[in-house]
């Protein structure tokens, strides 16, 4: 009995290895063309996260891990999202002037449109492509606005880790997320590379609903 439990668990074992092996060389390959069952390997890559999180912890990046499955999650989730009706397009603060006058609430930092940093322009284009843009200073703050909102998609714009962070936590949700990485990682200061964003804003072009909606006041 125990020897058939040893082979059982053996098995599975080497059944997770090849399946994490192999959704890794799927996710490092959509970095640079599409691949098949995207979905399926971004599901794999997910259940098996902190085992292979350890592995690149001693053994490599753990960012170049996240920034594999972002790849692979936006192959995945392309499609659907390209089909989303109201869209949220949801930021990091770090990119906000050191100076930034605007307030915060739960909701996040609401941009005054003062002109120090890109999010003025950022909002602007939000509108212009319909989407609803939200400043937020951490991941804690998304469960906040997709309770307020009624979106069904979320453009996220954070550093990778972030990105792989949120698309995870809101697997589950009736929301699709896509991700565009920030060129650098950091608490301040970060950037964003404006016209890949513009490309994937344009890329999908204005929800079918084509209503822009405006940053919410302060509440």
């Known amino acids: 009995m125990y020897e058939l439990i040893g082979i059982v668990i053996s098995g599975i074992f080497v059944v997770a290895v090849v399946l994490a092996l192999l959704a890794l060389i799927i996710s490092r390959i959509s970095l640079n063309r599409n691949v098949w069952l995207a979905g399926v390997f971004a599901d794999i890559l997910d259940f098996l996260y902190l085992p292979i999180k350890a592995v690149f912890q001693r053994c490599s990046d753990t960012r170049t891990l996240d920034a594999w499955m972002v790849s692979l999650k936006n192959m995945a989730h392309r499609s659907a999202f390209a089909k989303t009706k109201h869209r949220l397009l949801l930021t990091p603060h770090c990119m906000r002037s050191l100076d930034c006058p605007a ?46 909102e009624s979106a069904d998609g979320a453009l996220l714009v954070a550093c990778n880790y972030e990105l792989n962070k949120v698309m995870r936590a809101l697997k ?47 509440s």
């Open 103 to 148: 307030p915060s609430t739960r909701f996040g930092i609401q941009c005054m449109g003062c002109g120090k940093c890109i999010f003025a322009r950022m909002r602007d284009d939000a509108d212009r492509f319909g989407y609803t843009l939200y400043i937020i200073a951490g991941s804690s703050y998304v469960r906040h606005v997709i309770k307020k």
């Open 172 to 218: 589950h949700k009736k929301l699709v997320t896509y991700g565009v990485p920030l060129l650098t990682d950091g608490c301040y200061n970060t950037s964003v590379d404006y016209e890949n964003l513009i490309s994937v804003l344009e890329g999908f072009n204005a929800p079918p609903s084509g209503n822009p909606r405006s940053q919410p006041k302060k």
